[in-house]
């Protein structure tokens, strides 16, 4: 066990690679310590698919992103289907960003590709689909039925957050307004609260259409079994515990919330993980003395906990 008050550093790997530039749809490039676009060598051997310039859609603004979580056992990009899955930055746990695609293009990778770029975090369990991405940090949590999920990197957490709020201040369309709102919308639904768990819940169709056009940040966690019924604990909300062990954003857009509310990167990513770890789930009385709140969206509750959280000491650990 690594005990983890409040002392990770946050490297940004030096790479020799380059190009190191943010595309824009303008063509304008703006220059980032760790990103690397997709005519970069890195990029072009890190898919494992074919590469996303094959067919697309316009996209409408952007005005959205939404966060993924490599680390499904199944091919999910090698969709049967035919559709041309693809996303537009894959996150290395080095910290490195690879722009893999264009951002004035769409390719399918949730409910709102149309609208939405889309990220995916890398972890131990995408090496189907990607490569740079072996091994991986767990945390125990008692409230999941997998008793742990996949954890992302200090470098992972910080260098996406700088990009996406630099994304936040683009105005695409050349209208004069930035596009992107710096919202998240696991803690839209409920003022002043995050969404933690739908406790294996359905999430309502309305809900979901109001996630759909939602313009902001987004986990796919929140969206991904919106139209589904499964009863695995912690499903929805922060994390997404079929088919496997990952967020699936859902940690990102936790941390992402925080930053905004002022929480400094280590803050951010100490009670990031402590509320993850947290029991809170799983005794009604305990959800209940925090200050839960509910609501009903239709037909079922939805659960989350107070953001006031840098009040109390964070001390995580990471594991198993
Ligand atoms: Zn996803």
Redesign the pocket.
């Known amino acids: 066990m690594i005990k983890l008050l409040l002392l990770w550093s946050t490297p940004v790997f030096a790479d020799p690679q380059r190009p190191d530039t943010l595309v824009l749809p303008s063509g304008e490039e703006i220059e980032l310590p760790y990103i690397r676009n997709w005519t970069s060598p890195e990029a072009a051997k890190s898919l494992r698919w074919p590469a996303c310039q094959g067919s697309s859609s316009a996209m409408t603004g952007p005005t959205a992103i939404t966060l ?2 490599v680390g499904a056992p199944h091919d999910n990009f090698n969709d049967p289907t035919g559709k041309n899955r693809c996303i537009h930055f894959y996150v290395r746990q080095d910290g490195v960003i690879l722009q893999l695609a264009p951002l004035d293009r769409t390719w399918g ?2 409910p709102n590709s149309g609208h939405a770029i889309g990220v995916e975090i890398a972890n131990g369990y995408g090496g189907l689909n990607f490569s740079f991405s072996s091994g991986a940090d767990r945390i125990a949590v008692s409230w999941s039925g997998t008793r742990y999920l996949y954890w992302q990197t200090p470098p992972q957490f910080d260098n996406l957050y700088d990009l996406m709020m630099k994304l936040a201040e683009i105005d695409f369309n050349g209208d004069g307004v930035a596009d992107i709102p710096k919202n998240v919308a696991n803690e839209r639904m409920v003022e002043d609260y995050f969404l933690l768990s739908t406790q294996g819940l359905r999430i309502n169709p309305a809900v979901d259409g109001w996630l759909n056009s939602y313009e902001g940040i987004v986990s ?1 966690s929140i969206h ?1 079994y919106a139209d589904e019924v499964l009863v695995e604990d912690g499903n929805g909300g922060l994390t997404r515990t079929y088919p496997s062990a990952r967020n ?2 859902g940690a990102m857009a936790l941390y992402t919330t925080l930053r905004l509310r002022g929480l400094s990167a280590d803050e951010a990513r100490c009670y990031t993980m402590q509320i993850a770890q947290d029991k809170l789930l799983t005794d009604p009385s305990v959800v209940a003395a925090v200050g839960i709140a509910s609501q009903d969206f239709g037909y079922h509750t939805w659960k989350s906990i107070p953001l006031n959280v840098a009040e109390q000491p964070c001390v995580t650990e990471l594991g198993p």
Do not use: I
Request: charged letters at 25%; glycine letters at 12%; a negative charge.
């Open positions: 993924h979580e990778h949730a796919h991904a699936d954003g």
